[in-house]
């Protein structure tokens, strides 16, 4: 089974992040979970993004608020995709800032964006990566997909009475 980590730049973020963490768990992938800071604890994050695919991570969900340079950090150094959770925290310009600081990304360096706050479309999108290459993921992708539709057409007829 390929494995997605999860990461984000505080523990204030974990609120948002959960939403990626319980929709790969629902796709039944397995995930690492970790605070890795850019500005805090850039060892750390040197470390992470540098050996990564070594340890068996195949996609990185990486959260962040303010100026937001966790998920650009990463891909600069893995060879992994990285999916980038623009987060809009106590700090932020609107969450502005997150998102521009997420999706501006230089030719070679490319980071994956979500929504603010978008950490559930992370998840799905890392599921969607991993199914490509998983048959098992897949099925659940079309099924959860299934299941949205027929919640939309259960509304629709609900309109109708």
């Known amino acids: 089974m390929m494995k997605v980590a999860v990461i984000m730049g505080s523990i204030s973020d974990m609120p948002v992040m959960q939403e990626a963490i319980d929709i790969l768990k629902a796709f039944d992938i397995e995930i690492e979970v970790d605070i890795v800071s850019a500005h805090r604890t850039p060892e750390k994050l040197f470390d992470f993004s540098n050996n990564a695919h070594t340890r068996g991570i195949s996609v990185v969900i990486a959260g962040a608020g303010g100026a937001a340079h966790l998920p650009g950090m990463v891909a600069s150094m893995s060879p992994l995709p990285v999916i980038g959770v623009p987060i809009k925290s106590s700090n932020s310009i609107d969450g502005w800032d997150s998102v521009l600081s997420i999706l501006q ?8 964006t979500v929504a603010l706050n978008g950490a559930k479309n992370a998840g799905i999108l890392a599921a969607q ?3 490509s290459h998983n048959k098992s993921v897949m099925e659940k992708i079309i099924k959860y997909k299934t299941g949205l539709k027929e919640a939309v057409n259960i509304a629709a007829e609900s309109l109708k009475k």
Do not use: D, S, Y
């Open 129 to 131: 990566i991993i199914g």
């Open 105 to 112: 990304m230089p030719g070679g360096v490319p980071v994956a």
